[in-house]
């Protein structure tokens, strides 16, 4: 199993440019997350996914869409780049949690660090 | 406000050495867990702690759930080069909270550099 890939490795955009974080995972894990991380700080969520066509904000969604049309793959859209998104980016998956109190393991892709100028 | 402080934010240290390091709230939590981070790469989850008071280890690591549920500590023995990274605690939002419940949340880290 390859885990969970992130496409790109890094990217630099101009200020009001677009672009499509991918995000792909071969466990067949029904849960996906999207975090960034700023220097210094810990991993913020932006959106997580609990199945295919479901989504929903986390802490720091302004910014930026999801869509989930297949359990495998959940792209990230920054529609209009501003430096404030510089950051790297990472995608997540889990399976479902069964107990509400206790997580499952995160397993996380390697990020996409993204500066923009 | 942070919900969960780690501490130290920095640690350096020789190899052979033993380090503690923190991670702290005010709220209470049903379980932690702590991430290792090295360069480059995203977190991989080292334990999850459940039970107050609990106690894990984990090869040269040692993991404690404090008793109150609001803290946790991660002991390193004998560290080695290889400990080197970014150690995450992260824990369930708790429901009191607000915003996205269920989902974790993270402390900013304690970056570990062991040397040789």
């Known amino acids: 199993n390859a885990g969970v890939t992130q496409t790109p490795k890094f990217r630099i955009l101009k200020i009001g440019q677009s672009m499509t974080l991918q995000c792909t995972q071969d466990?067949?894990?029904?849960?996906m997350y999207w975090y960034r991380q700023d220097p210094g700080m810990g991993l913020k969520l932006i959106y997580y996914?609990?199945?295919?066509?479901?989504?929903d904000k986390g802490e720091v969604p302004n910014g930026y869409n999801v869509s989930r049309s297949t359990t495998e793959d959940f792209p990230l859209r920054l529609e209009l780049a501003a430096p404030s998104q510089t950051s790297v980016y990472f995608c997540?998956?889990?399976?479902?949690?069964?107990?509400?109190?206790?997580?499952?393991?995160?397993?996380f892709g390697p990020g996409t660090r993204l500066t923009v100028l | 406000t942070q919900l969960l402080e780690q501490s130290p934010q920095f640690l350096s240290i020789q190899e052979g050495e033993n380090l503690t390091v923190y991670c702290n709230s005010s709220?209470?939590?049903?379980?932690l867990q702590w991430y290792r981070q090295e360069p480059g790469e995203g977190p991989v989850l080292l334990v999850t702690?459940?039970?107050?008071?609990e106690v894990k280890k984990l090869k040269r690591l040692t993991f404690q759930f404090g008793d109150a549920r609001k803290d946790s500590s991660l002991h390193i023995t004998a560290a080695q080069p290889g400990d080197t990274g970014l150690y995450l605690c992260?824990?369930?939002?708790?429901?009191?909270?607000?915003?996205?419940?269920?989902?974790?949340?993270f402390g900013k880290g304690t970056k570990l550099s062991v040397k040789p």
């Open positions: 702690v459940v039970t107050g008071g």
């Open positions: 709220s209470v939590f049903s379980s």
């Open positions: 992260a824990g369930v939002r708790p429901l009191n909270y607000g915003g996205s419940q269920g989902n974790l949340i």
């Open positions: 996914s609990v199945g295919a066509g479901i989504t």
């Open positions: 997540a998956s889990s399976r479902p949690r069964r107990r509400r109190s206790v997580p499952d393991t995160q397993y």
């Open positions: 466990m067949n894990h029904n849960y």
